[in-house]
């Protein structure tokens, strides 16, 4: 019955938050000895492309190699330690908006993606800590990016286009991502917002996780909407600063 029920999702709800606790603190004392090391390589590399003046192209392509990989190395660290340190958001009134354009400008979306932004005018202000708002939709553009390009499924696509469109609804203010990229099965569904699952070869299954625990700290919630093949839509929904004690 509904009682059950709700004791079931109380249940699983702690025993998510114990799971993402557990990661992020083993992710943070990894991450934190990891850092060290990654920054003398870098500083290596430095020092190599400086001297390697009229080194071979095949030699400067294995540097730049070495440099991109430590740079998503420190990613991975920087998602595991702010994984971590489940901060608390500091709360102030924040125009969506404007955070949508951060985001979008923030992120890097090949070429052949297109995003396109409906904002709707005169919405009332968030009540939110913008720089952890800007992160979630971050991690939405890149998801949905990602599932039009090749990197997220063994098919490959070429492209398409994302539409990030910003609306007030029952006392939310609702951001909303539709991509029409490859969609995602029935069965995966369900794990989603689960920290490190991934269905990608690069991927390391943090992104919703950490959109997760943000919007819920922001007493907000994510939704998703999916049809494999089709696209993808994800929801998010923030109270509104006029809705808040
Ligand atoms: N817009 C989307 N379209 C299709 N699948 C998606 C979309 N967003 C998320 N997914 C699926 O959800 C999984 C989990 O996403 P999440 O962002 O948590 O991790 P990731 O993108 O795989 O890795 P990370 O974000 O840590 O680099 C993805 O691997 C993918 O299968
Ligand atoms: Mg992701």
């Given at each position: 019955?509904e ?8 249940q699983?709800?702690?025993l ?7 990661i ?11 850092r ?8 290596s ?5 400086m ?17 991109k990989?430590i ?41 052949n993606?297109e ?22 939709f ?13 990197s ?25 991502f539709?991509d ?16 490190l ?5 690069r991927?390391i ?16 919630r994510?939704e ?22």
């Amino acid at each position: 019955d509904e009682r059950t029920q709700e004791l079931r999702d109380a249940q699983q709800q702690l025993l998510r938050a114990e799971r993402l606790a557990a990661i992020g603190q083993l992710g943070a004392s990894i991450g934190h000895e990891l850092r060290n090391p990654l920054g003398i390589i870098k500083n290596s590399t430095y020092y190599l492309n400086m001297k390697l003046g009229q080194a071979s192209e095949k030699v400067k392509k294995h540097l730049g190699i070495i440099e991109k990989e430590i740079t998503r190395s420190n990613k991975i660290i920087t998602d595991l330690m702010d994984f971590a340190r489940v901060r608390r958001p500091a709360l102030r009134k924040t125009d969506v908006n404007l955070l949508v354009r951060e985001a979008v400008s923030r992120s890097k979306v090949p070429g052949n993606v297109e995003v396109i932004t409906h904002l709707k005018k005169g919405l009332s202000p968030l009540m939110a800590d913008p720089g952890q708002i800007e992160q979630v939709f971050i991690n939405m553009i890149s998801n949905a990016a990602q599932a039009m390009t090749s990197s997220n499924s063994a098919e490959t696509r070429d492209g398409g286009r994302l539409e990030i469109s910003t609306r007030a609804e029952d006392g939310f203010i609702v951001t909303e991502f539709k991509d029409d990229g490859c969609g995602i099965s029935e069965e995966n569904l369900g794990k989603l917002f689960e920290p490190l699952f991934t269905t990608k070869t690069r991927g390391i299954g943090l992104g919703l996780a950490i959109s997760t625990a943000i919007v819920e700290a922001h007493e907000g919630r994510i939704e998703v909407e999916s049809e494999l093949g089709k696209g993808t839509t994800f929801t998010v929904k923030l109270t509104a600063s006029a809705n808040r004690a």
